[in-house]
């Protein structure tokens, strides 16, 4: 019996002592247009499937107010390499938006602020490493 309640007493101990530290991250979005639409910020923990919506680990669509800035915080984030990228949906379409040779209309962005040249970033080229909470600032481009 005296086995018994030590077990009992020590499982919540062992339980709290393996659970995975949880971070905070806040994403700081700015060169927005004012008042249009919202932003979508996805959050990729992998390089197989980077900037495919299907893949994203953790996702989130913020209205834009009045400020050409932006912030939001994920919260109880596992340490880890991730990668964000940010677009905004000026039209409230659902969609990132395009001309006809596939160059965005609505402004984007991803973390490490990495400017494309002629192909989209890397999960390499935009990761970052979170061990603790974190700020993160991006500056959306328009062409």
Do not use: C, W
């Amino acid at each position: 019996m005296n086995i018994f309640k030590k077990l009992i007493f020590s499982a919540p101990i062992l339980i709290a002592g393996t659970a995975a530290a949880q971070h905070s991250l806040t994403v700081n979005i700015s060169n927005l247009k004012a008042g249009k639409g919202k932003v979508e910020i996805g959050i990729y923990n992998k390089a197989e499937g980077f900037l495919k919506p299907d893949k994203v680990y953790i996702g989130e669509k913020v209205k834009v107010g009045s400020a050409s800035t932006l912030s939001y915080t994920f919260r109880d984030l596992p340490a880890g390499n991730y990668a964000v990228a940010v677009y905004q949906d000026e039209n409230s379409n659902g969609k990132a938006d395009t001309n006809m040779i596939g160059i965005p209309k609505e402004g984007f962005g991803f973390s490490n602020n990495v400017k494309p040249k002629l192909s989209p970033p890397t999960f390499t080229q935009t990761k970052f490493t979170l061990i603790q909470d974190k700020s993160i600032n991006i500056t959306l481009l328009n062409y």
